[in-house]
Structure formats: structure tokens, C-alpha cells
């Protein structure tokens, strides 16, 4: 059996994955965005309530922006925390 048939198969079998998530600038850019709020957060007095409460969003996302759980917030969430927190710093 060839190489080209064997592959030729396996994507039959399991065609190839498109999500959203794997585009490369997009990760990029929540990754930087990531980065500028989780500085903001630490020097900022507010807790995570407080911050998600002013930003309009679930607690739950500022606990998995802390845990770096980048595929559980958007690029338009991340830029409300970061207009939010930017309010707030000295």
C-alpha cells in the first residue's frame, strides 16, 4: 500500500478541523491583550468581582483570564477589561 493511498484514507476518516480558535493573529492578539490586562490587574487595587462587575462580564472569565484560559474569552471581552482596568489605573 502507498503513502499517498494511506493518507488518502486517513482524511476520509478524519477530514481536517477549522475552528475559529486556531487562527494564528487572533491567538496573537488575545495573547497581547492578555498580557496588558493581567499587568493592569496586578497593579490595580480592584479583585476580580469588582473588575468583572464593572466590565459587564462573569467572574468566571477573569478567573480564566488569570489561568491563562485564552480560549474562554474573545478579543471584544478582553478589550472591555482592558478599557475598564484602564479607567482605574493611577
Do not use: N
Not at 500500500?1 to 488575545?30: C, G, H, N
Not at 495573547?31 to 468583572?52: F, K, P, Q
Amino acid at each position: 500500500m502507498s503513502t499517498a493511498r494511506t493518507t488518502a484514507t486517513a482524511e476520509q476518516l478524519d477530514p481536517p478541523r477549522s475552528s475559529p480558535d486556531l487562527d494564528v493573529r487572533e491567538l496573537e492578539k488575545r495573547t497581547r491583550l492578555m498580557r496588558i490586562i493581567t499587568r493592569l490587574i496586578a497593579v490595580s487595587d480592584l479583585g476580580s468581582r469588582e473588575i468583572a462587575r464593572r466590565a459587564g462580564l462573569p467572574v468566571q472569565k477573569i478567573s480564566d483570564l488569570l489561568a491563562g484560559r485564552l480560549e474562554h474569552l474573545g478579543v471584544d471581552e478582553l478589550l472591555v477589561l482592558r478599557r475598564t482596568l484602564e479607567l482605574e489605573a493611577p
